[in-house]
């Protein structure tokens, strides 16, 4: 949070893209930025971590961007548009799952250890 406050003057009219490693930075993110402002992107990569040091790539998945607070419109086309130049493969969403949401499913799959999920 400390970046985005940092930058927060630079990125005035510009659609903040949240790249996300964990199922809080929309929300946020959203504390800075109006939430209509937000773009999320998740970059889906398949891989193996079996020893220290060592990555192997088994699949390169596709990064996806959308809205995470509403619909997708002409930025996040422009947005993917510059992205894909650089991933080769670019997916659209027309809104990311609420972290409510995600955490209820969470939580009922973990049974009674769902109850830190809930919790937080």
Known sequence: M???KANQAFLAGV???????GVRSDALVATVFPAQQL???V????ANYLAPGTVTLLYPG???IGRPFGSNDDRVEAIAAILVEMVHQVE???QFWPVGA????IGAAAGPAGAVARQR
């Open 2 to 4: 400390a970046a985005v």
């Open 102 to 105: 995600l955490r209820a499913a």
């Open 62 to 64: 596709p990064l996806v």
């Open 92 to 94: 659209r969403t027309g």
């Open 15 to 21: 659609p903040p893209v949240s790249f996300q490693n």
């Open 43 to 46: 970059v889906n990569i398949h």
């Open 39 to 41: 773009v999320s992107a």
